[in-house]
């Protein structure tokens, strides 16, 4: 169990939810007639988990866990395409160490790995460059992945290997974008979505305006918020009270950091060396508009696709879940991860069937670490 | 990966690059400054920056600092973080 003591500032804590409380019980949500939040980014997730925010906060309250975590929504097809690049003998494959467990239909990285393929985990795609450089005899590849927060690293890493001439560095692009996905939500007529809670650090880089169609094509609150507790907590009374006064409004609660307009050198980079793809497959949501990024023909070169012969549209793209698996259902919040028959059982952190248990963003895998005990005891007594 | 962490420029390391060194947590790592480069790099050194999978990102002021290393210090991303700095230091070497 969490407690507002273990907050920074407990004082603070309480005085928001408190706040909460009362606007909660202003608006007239209920239990049974609950406000809809979605936290978009998987940062958001892992913290209201870990701090326990979802009991802390009025039973009015429903947190909707979106899609926000980049190992969560890649299809499995695109994990068989890195490990038939990685499987190269010339290649040395580089990854974010988030991605090794992530189930292919044959295996993981970390299978292929483990079954010989030279895959290594760096922390930077700087790092996979510096190995390019030491390694002029092999083909260096990197697993580029994530919002926006992670693409100007890919991006930058690209120009820089055209102003070096680095000719055996790629990158096997898989980058996606915020916006899209939330708008393919908001057209699901299953999705009942009242406010956002609007993703910090990829805010840092695109600014708080790629929300705007947010309010005025749909009519809903968002608010911006960074992730300590306090930040969600503030955000979500920030939401609450759009809601309770008629008002849709971006809001940005994480104005220390986040900057209106983003970051311009940032977002430079990312428009030099990317463009969108027409559409892009996302695990759980299938294949959405615009919601994914490709390399531009002046940098092809360093395009691990062109220069592979696979990946999007090179081979079948959809790939069924592995059976049982409810991923796509806990991803558009259709049933909680304690409703899916492998949670717990065939699918576990250390055994990962499903992408949401991989990571510690992932709903399934906050839910296992942080929460199946005490759901377990709520249903128990219910 | 996606959570930002910490550190503070103590040096430039390569102009031309646009490379300095920050120290993360008290380890040094080598971070590309091309996100937020004004124009004179070494306006930086001493800056508390947010560092995104080796590129700094954003100036931050130091309480910002403290309480964001505070906050991933609470989920555990800190570490993971500095564990994969690691990684990545091994992996320049050879197969891990």
């Known amino acids: 169990m969490r407690y507002v003591e273990e ?3 407990p004082v603070a804590a309480k005085g928001v939810l408190h ?3 009362k606007v909660v019980t202003e608006i007239g949500a209920t239990k049974d007639k ?3 939040i979605m936290e978009i980014c998987g940062g958001h997730t892992h913290a209201i988990f870990r701090y326990g925010l979802d009991r802390l906060t009025p039973d009015g ?5 979106g ?3 980049p190992v969560c929504v890649l299809p499995m097809s695109r994990i068989d395409e890195c490990v038939e690049i990685a499987q190269r003998s010339e290649v040395i494959f580089t990854t974010f160490g988030d991605a090794m467990r992530v189930p292919g239909t044959r295996k993981s990285l970390m299978q292929a790995k483990a079954d010989g393929a030279d895959i290594r985990m760096v922390y930077s795609p700087l790092d996979a460059l510096e190995i390019a450089r030491r390694n002029p005899d092999r083909e260096v590849v990197f697993f580029g992945l994530g919002f926006e927060t992670t693409t100007p690293s890919t991006a930058l890493s690209i120009q820089q290997a055209a102003r070096e001439g680095i000719g055996n560095f790629s990158v096997f692009c898989n980058h996606i974008t915020v916006p899209p996905p939330i708008k393919a939500l908001l057209d699901d007529p299953h999705m009942v979505l009242d406010g956002f809670v609007g993703p910090g650090h990829v805010s840092m880089v695109i600014g708080t305006h790629p929300y705007d169609f947010i309010v005025q094509d749909y009519g809903k609150p968002i608010v911006v918020a960074g992730f300590e507790p306090l930040d969600l907590l503030q955000s979500v009374l920030m939401v609450l009270e759009q809601i ?3 008002r849709a409004e971006v809001e940005n609660q994480y104005a220390r950091v986040v900057p209106e307009h983003g970051n311009a050198l940032s977002l430079a980079a990312i428009a030099d060396v990317y463009e969108p793809r027409p559409t892009f497959e996302w695990r759980g949501l299938g294949e959405i508009d615009a919601s994914g990024l490709r390399i531009r023909d002046n940098y092809r070169s360093f395009d691990a696709e062109e220069k592979f012969g696979v990946g999007y549209g090179a081979g079948p793209r959809s790939v069924a879940e592995p059976e049982g698996c409810a991923c796509g259902q806990v991803m558009t919040g259709r049933i909680k991860p304690t409703g899916c028959p492998q949670y717990g059982t065939g699918c576990t952190p250390e055994m990962p069937l499903g992408a949401l248990m991989v990571s510690s963003e992932g709903a399934c895998a906050a839910y ?3 929460g199946a005990t005490d759901a377990e005891n709520v249903e128990a007594a219910e | 990966m996606c959570l930002g962490i910490p550190g503070q420029i103590v040096k430039i390391t390569d102009p031309d690059r646009l490379m300095a060194m920050a ?3 008290g380890v040094k790592r080598e971070v590309s400054v091309a996100c937020i480069a004004p124009a004179d790099l070494h306006t930086l050194v001493g800056e508390w920056t947010l560092i995104h999978v080796g590129f700094a990102m954003s100036v931050i002021d130091a309480e910002e600092a403290a309480k964001t290393l505070d906050a991933l210090r609470g989920l555990g991303e800190a570490q993971e973080t500095l564990e994969a700095m690691a990684e990545g230091a091994t992996a320049l070497e050879g197969r891990q």
Do not use: M, T
Request: glycine share 8%.
């Open chain 2, 23 to 25: 120290d993360i947590s």
């Open chain 1, 7 to 9: 907050f920074r500032d």
């Open chain 1, 244 to 246: 309770r006064d008629g």
């Open chain 1, 67 to 69: 899609p926000g975590c």
């Open chain 1, 19 to 21: 706040a909460i409380s």
């Open chain 1, 61 to 65: 309250i429903e947190f909707i866990h």
């Open chain 1, 368 to 370: 296992y670490q942080y």
């Open chain 1, 34 to 36: 609950p406000v809809h």
